[in-house]
């Protein structure tokens, strides 16, 4: 018995390192990626300032 939990409590932290890992890599690469969703829209290119 202690020596499947040798070889299973490491494989278990590994995964769960692993998916924490491509979680917050997903994160950031969504939020990279997604356009602004709040605040003022962007002026358009030729809109002079006044």
């Known amino acids: 018995m202690g020596f499947v ?3 299973s409590l490491p494989l278990i932290l590994f ?3 692993l998916a924490l890992a491509c979680y ?3 994160r950031a690469k969504g939020r990279r990626q997604q356009p602004q969703q709040y605040g003022p829209p962007a002026p ?3 809109a002079q300032p006044r």
């Open 5 to 7: 939990m040798v070889i």
């Open 44 to 46: 358009p290119p030729q």
């Open 15 to 17: 995964i769960l390192i």
């Open 24 to 26: 917050l890599l997903g």
